[in-house]
């Protein structure tokens, strides 16, 4: 059974900076992409960032959700098996409680927000936004 914890999760005023971390078991991890998701009250849990081992002909190195572009920041650490998530110019609509994901192939696809891609999941760090 592959472990997940993620951390770095807090209060943060409207404009703030957050960064999650997430720590994983896999042996695989190197080879393995991994994806940051949120739940927010109320909601089903939407995919927010992936990040693949590889780039493929079909499938970009990284995705990122439309209301996460450009200030969020995925990226990872292999040698630690850590994948973070920074968190720039944080709003309101952003509370939510932020999960990490590991899928069993090493690249995201486009179909990279379903979350049957991934087997195994953290049991997730709350972020609040004050505005």
């Known amino acids: 059974q592959v472990q997940m914890e993620e951390s770095g999760g807090g209060s943060v005023q409207a404009g703030g900076s957050l960064r999650l971390s997430c720590t994983s078991s896999s042996s695989t991890f190197d080879v393995a992409a991994m994806a940051w998701f949120r739940r927010e009250p109320g909601k089903e849990r939407e995919g927010v960032a992936c990040l693949g081992a590889r780039a493929t002909a079909t499938s970009k190195l990284t995705y990122y959700s439309d209301s996460v572009l450009g200030r969020f920041t995925i990226s990872r650490d292999n040698a630690k098996k850590i994948v973070y998530l920074q968190m720039d110019n944080l709003k309101p609509e952003d509370s939510a409680i932020y999960y990490c994901?590991?899928?069993?192939?090493?690249?995201?696809?486009?179909?990279?927000?379903?979350?049957?891609?991934?087997?195994?999941w953290g049991e997730g760090t709350q972020v609040t936004v004050s505005s």
């Open positions: 994901a590991i899928r069993s192939v090493g690249y995201c696809s486009i179909s990279w927000q379903l979350e049957y891609n991934y087997p195994n």
